[in-house]
């Protein structure tokens, strides 16, 4: 039984309304737990150049034996049209069995389960150090959030593992943990050609013709898996033209596609193939590629003690065996793995980003037990 309930906390943070990038109310709150907790604690605020600066926390406890770092945000996507909502999203409403409120999975509810497990071995005077790192900058365009934390961190101190606290869990509790995450790729592709009119189409250079062989080209498969991993697939999110016309050639017509890629391919290595298929696709036409920055490669943890560690405390605390699992979108740990194996474990995610956003208490109170587990599975390892 767990000696600290998270549940209030949780609420305290899903009433600190905190859009990506998070306000300092909701640190506020963090920092006066884990400072009851006996962490020290620092925040930290970075600004790279250009964009809105963006807090940070970082806490410690703990000397000597392993260190874990416990590592999860406070800012949350908005709420959406509040009557889309059975409760208000930041009103932190208990129905039943139920907390409602935009960040309940994704991922104040893990936040406070993690400190509340924390403050258990805290007060138990628990082996080893714990310390926190929770951003700001995860729902947003994450610059200035995990990536210049941990290279903060890196100056200060050495992780020996990490813990994300993402919704990980599809169906019940503990049925999956994320070991790894296929890397993503987005680029613009604008195909430019000379307007005209369409009854003098050799005074014209329509584009349209070539984007569409583009997007043929860029549609064929890429590979079909890799162990763990999903086959790569890349998905065109939009073609943009913008000619309400119907006697007018555009100038130029643009498609946009995503890549989610499996350790077959790198960022560069996915650039050079795809370059090459448009290339092929539209011989001789003017064609622009922008690359968009802020995406990750495929990772995967080949800590096996870690890995064992974690599904042992799954395992002991839900009576489910998880599954080992590299789907789903991005995460931070993608900045967190370039310093110390990580994998992530959390609640079920099935409302994340979604109006009623929601969690069973009874499930966060053993989340919280989870963590506990977990923490004295990974820093006795």
């Known amino acids: 039984m767990m000696?600290?309930?998270?549940?209030?906390?949780?609420?305290a943070l899903i009433r600190a309304q905190s859009v990506t990038p998070a306000s300092p109310a909701v640190f506020d709150i963090v920092e006066a737990a884990l400072t009851d907790a006996g962490f020290a604690v620092e925040r930290v605020t970075f600004a790279a150049e250009g964009s809105t600066p963006v807090e940070n926390l970082y806490a410690t406890r703990g000397n000597g034996?392993?260190?874990?770092?416990?590592?999860?945000?406070?800012?949350?996507?908005?709420?959406?049209?509040?009557?889309?909502?059975?409760?208000?999203?930041?009103?932190?409403?208990?129905?039943?069995?139920?907390?409602?409120?935009?960040?309940?999975?994704?991922?104040?509810?893990?936040?406070?389960?993690?400190?509340?497990?924390?403050?258990?071995?805290?007060?138990?005077?628990?082996?080893?150090?714990?310390?926190?790192?929770?951003?700001?900058?995860?729902?947003?365009?994450?610059?200035?959030?995990?990536?210049?934390?941990?290279?903060?961190?890196?100056?200060?101190?050495?992780?020996?593992?990490?813990?994300?606290?993402?919704?990980?869990?599809?169906?019940?509790?503990?049925d999956t943990i994320k070991v790894g995450r296929r890397g993503s790729l987005s680029a613009t592709v604008t195909v430019t050609g000379r307007q005209g009119h369409v009854a003098y189409q050799h005074l014209a250079d329509n584009p349209v013709p070539a984007l569409l062989a583009i997007g043929t080209a860029l549609n064929a498969t890429l590979d079909d898996g890799s162990g763990p991993f999903l086959p790569s697939n890349l998905e065109i999110v939009s073609i943009d033209i913008g000619n309400p016309a119907w006697n007018v050639i555009p100038g130029s017509a643009a498609?946009?596609?995503?890549?989610?890629?499996?350790?077959?391919?790198?960022?560069e290595s996915l650039k050079t193939e795809l370059t090459a298929r448009i290339q092929a696709a539209a011989p001789g036409a003017r064609v622009a590629i922008d690359w968009e920055s802020g995406h990750g490669d495929a990772f995967i943890t080949r800590d096996d003690a870690l890995i064992a560690a974690v599904t042992r405390a799954v395992e002991e605390t839900t009576g489910v065996t998880p599954e080992l699992n590299t789907g789903g979108g991005t995460s931070d740990a993608r900045f967190i793995k370039d310093h110390c194996p990580v994998v992530e474990f959390g609640a079920v995610g099935n409302t994340m980003h979604q109006a009623d956003e929601r969690t069973s208490v009874e499930e966060l109170r053993r989340l919280a037990r989870t963590y506990r587990a977990l923490i004295d599975a990974v820093v006795a390892e």
């Not at 000696?3 to 906390?9: G, I, N």
């Not at 498609?255 to 960022?267: C, G, H, K, Q, S």
Request: charged share 20%; hydrophobic share 45%; proline share 7%.
């Open 3 to 11: 000696a600290t309930d998270p549940l209030p906390l949780a609420q």
């Open 65 to 174: 034996g392993r260190h874990l770092a416990l590592a999860g945000h406070v800012d949350v996507v908005p709420a959406g049209p509040a009557e889309a909502w059975t409760h208000p999203p930041y009103a932190a409403a208990i129905d039943g069995d139920t907390l409602y409120g935009r960040g309940a999975q994704d991922m104040k509810g893990a936040i406070a389960a993690m400190i509340a497990a924390a403050s258990d071995w805290a007060a138990a005077d628990g082996p080893g150090r714990v310390s926190f790192v929770i951003t700001g900058d995860e729902e947003g365009v994450a610059v200035n959030g995990t990536e210049p934390l941990m290279n903060w961190c890196a100056e200060r101190t050495r992780f020996d593992a990490a813990i994300v606290g993402e919704p990980t869990s599809r169906e019940r509790l503990g």
């Open 255 to 267: 498609l946009r596609f995503n890549v989610r890629f499996n350790d077959r391919w790198t960022r």
